[in-house]
């Protein structure tokens, strides 16, 4: 698939209207800093890049992505915090963390390679739940519920990154995962990965081996998810506490991956800005401009009878809950998930058709219709 | 060099830490007496028979269009507020005698209506426009119907009424008011048999036998067999399955409404976070015995309520969750079945 130069014109836009924001920041009072939740953004692209390459490309469910992270967020805790032994510098750590996920990909994935879709789906998820108890209870080596800390910052070169120094870095690496899971995506092995999402007998057929690459996609998306836990340790100083990584964390990045676009790795790019511009900007700015307004007493309630009763009862509940715009988070992940595999399975963002589907190296958005229907809708 | 030793050092030291750890639970655990084991049992039993009753929930969905349907548990937290707001609103909790036993069966079936009527139209929103998409589409609809009911639940528990604390924290878990007296039915040596024990039994058992007339016997029963068996065929002779299928939520759901309500009075405390781990011991449960089959869920659901109460008494009860977990990946991995599932093929 050629890619046209005014494909790359506008990547290259995109690219550097992102970059420019903290530089923006500074001289426009915005009146609220954006460039703080756009790190948030970079770190959940990486874990649903991640996500992508096992549930997108390899259309195995997986439930449990956020254990990864966690993961990957206490071996770089471990291995750089001073009260550790190790002590190993901001690099060399990211490299032990990555290698260390993929390691728990492999454990995760080798014995459940015959498991089926659902039941993959629940293992996972059963996985993610022992990580999290195991790092709040082997509280003699992972400090518990208190986490580790404080971690180094990211460095380059020799110089600790800070503030917006930080903000380019990760937006580096967010790039370059990007450019791996693309250059991923159309190799032998990615081809592999979606034909067996496609038909595994098939594919098993035309000489892949469905087993190899299973486990390959299970290291991948882990190690990507242990980047993305090792990274936001570092620009936290801290592991945080085990109950950080939870259920929520893991739809959080499944939001990410089917609101974007299953198998698309632009889309999970846009499904990161969606979900956790959301959550993270849209939700907090919302309480920031309501917010002010004290809990209502419920007391009122005792003097008022019949319908100023009822009126006085639903207005006390809105002002006390309803108005707080953090307490729609759940419903918002929920209906993203319900109203996308209704309306619209194959994402904001659908991933390219292959080859044969587009030739004339387009959009190819009828091929990739296709894909992702067979994808969901057999 | 000297930083390499003290990095050996180090993981040295660490799994010895682990190790005495695990020693440790071993020796408490052969201390214990006789009595402690049969406390712990009859608690196991009893909760276990509680989540049998949630695990029908899963299973007769998952036997019917196979789907686990993730939004159970939610749906029974979602019970229990209802439960709740019913007893707050009409003070249940103050009648006696007679009227306090017809209070509580009152709020037993309105539960049980409610949750039934629920699980019907989470079924006709979230899950009948996808029966012909693929199992995981159907899965990921469930999992957000469940964040849904989460945050339904959380937005019920901030009503500004007494018993949920005025609303003043939405979030914060309640108290569930004890509508059955706290003195002991029985005592046996030093074991105790409360009156939530009896009433676990009072309930559980007369709606599992329901049940099983239901599916055996009745005309609705034998059409919700057959359209497990073959949606195809059975609509073919004539049979509504998506009428089927809506019983089938219904009813699933109804048991469920029962389960919360006992839950509730048994734990004493309800939490819009509840849901979760309601749902997956059942789910668990349903696993074990054999997903799809009636009585595997509810053996499951015992043998998952007793293996966690030992757990609790026996290791520690921060590790419960992880062996419940670990027996879930074990039977998914080595003998998805469950004990006495039939053994599936995949259709290719």
Not at chain 1, 74 to 96: K, M, N
Not at chain 2, 284 to 290: F, H, N, P, Q, R
Request: aromatic share 8%; proline share 4%; with cysteine.
């Amino acid at each position: 698939m050629a890619i046209s130069s005014k494909r790359i014109t506008i990547n290259l836009m995109l690219i550097a209207v992102v970059a420019i924001i903290p530089v923006v920041e500074k001289y426009v009072p915005l009146g609220w800093h954006i460039s703080d939740p756009m790190t948030d953004v970079f770190v959940y692209a990486i874990l649903g890049l991640g996500l992508n390459i096992l549930t997108g490309f390899t259309g195995l469910l997986n439930l449990g992505v956020a254990a990864f992270a966690a993961i990957g967020a206490y071996v770089f805790a471990i291995s750089t915090c001073e009260i550790y032994p190790f002590q190993l510098g901001f690099w060399s750590a990211l490299g032990l963390t990555m290698a260390a996920g993929a390691l728990a990909g492999f454990a995760l994935g080798a014995p459940t390679l015959r498991v089926r879709g659902d039941y993959l789906a629940i293992v996972t998820l059963g996985f993610g739940e022992i990580v999290k108890d195991v790092l709040v209870n082997m509280d003699s080596i992972t400090k518990g519920t208190q986490g580790i800390n404080p971690l180094p910052p990211p460095t380059l070169f020799g110089t600790e990154l800070s503030g917006n120094g930080q903000y380019w870095l990760f937006m580096g690496i967010v790039l370059v995962v990007v450019a791996g899971a693309r250059r991923l995506e159309r190799s032998r092995i990615g081809r592999g990965w979606i034909s067996i999402r496609e038909d595994e007998l098939a594919s098993r057929a035309m000489g892949i081996r469905p087993d190899h690459a299973k486990m390959l996609a299970f290291a991948t998306c882990a190690s990507l998810a242990a980047l993305a836990g090792a990274l936001t340790a570092s620009r936290l100083s801290s592991s945080g506490e085990p109950g950080n990584y939870d259920f929520q964390i893991s739809i959080l990045a499944l939001c990410i991956v089917i609101v974007g676009g299953l198998g698309s790795v632009r889309g999970v790019l846009l499904g990161a800005l969606v979900m956790v511009g959301m959550n993270s900007i849209v939700l907090v700015k919302l309480t920031e401009l309501i917010g002010g307004s004290d809990a209502a007493p419920a007391s009122a309630l005792a003097d008022a009878h019949g319908v100023q009763w009822a009126l006085l009862f639903i207005k006390t509940w809105a002002q006390n809950v309803l108005m707080s715009p953090t307490n729609w988070k759940f419903l918002v992940f929920g209906l993203a998930l319900v109203l996308m595999m209704i309306f619209r399975p194959e994402g904001m963002l659908p991933a390219r058709g292959t080859k044969e589907d587009a030739p004339d190296g387009d959009d190819g958005a009828s091929g990739a219709t296709a894909v992702a229907n067979k994808e969901l809708r057999p | 060099m000297q930083r390499t030793v003290a990095a050996a050092e180090f993981l040295a030291a660490s799994a010895l830490s682990q190790a005495d750890a695990v020693g440790a639970f071993a020796r408490d655990g052969l201390l214990s007496s006789q009595e402690v084991f049969t406390q712990q049992l009859v608690t196991g039993l009893s909760n276990g028979m509680i989540i049998a009753l949630i695990a029908i929930g899963y299973t007769m969905v998952y036997g019917i269009i196979e789907l686990i349907n993730f939004a159970h548990g939610d749906l029974c937290m979602l019970g229990a507020y209802f439960a709740l707001t019913v007893v707050g609103a009409l003070g249940v909790d103050h009648w006696v005698g007679a009227g306090g036993l017809m209070g509580l069966v009152m709020v037993l079936v309105g539960t049980a209506a409610f949750c039934g009527s629920l699980n019907w139209s989470i079924n006709r929103l979230a899950y009948r426009p996808l029966r012909k998409a693929s199992k995981l589409s159907l899965l990921v609809s469930a999992i957000g119907a469940s964040f849904i009911l989460v945050n339904l639940g959380l937005f019920w528990g901030g009503l500004p009424m007494d018993v949920f604390a005025n609303g003043t924290s939405s979030a914060a878990p309640k108290a569930f008011p004890a509508l059955v007296s706290a003195a002991p039915a029985a005592q046996i040596g030093d074991v105790i048999y409360s009156r939530t024990d009896l009433l676990v039994l009072c309930v559980t058992l007369p709606l599992m036998v329901a049940l099983t007339y239901l599916v055996r016997f009745t005309k609705l029963g034998k059409a919700m067999r057959a359209v497990a068996q073959n949606p195809t065929g059975a609509s073919l002779m004539g049979i509504d399955v998506e009428r089927v299928i809506g019983a089938t939520f219904f009813i699933g759901g109804s048991l469920g409404g029962f389960a919360t309500v006992v839950y509730s009075l048994y734990n004493q405390t309800v939490s819009f976070q509840m849901g979760y781990r309601m749902g997956m011991d059942a789910f668990i449960a349903a696993v074990l015995g054999g997903i799809g089959n009636l009585p595997g869920a509810v053996l499951g659901g015992i043998l998952i309520g007793v293996i966690r109460s030992m757990s609790d008494g026996y290791l520690e009860a921060r590790w419960t969750n992880t062996v419940v977990f670990g027996i879930l990946i074990l039977i998914l991995v080595f003998r998805p079945s469950g004990l006495l599932g039939a053994k599936l093929r995949e259709k290719v």
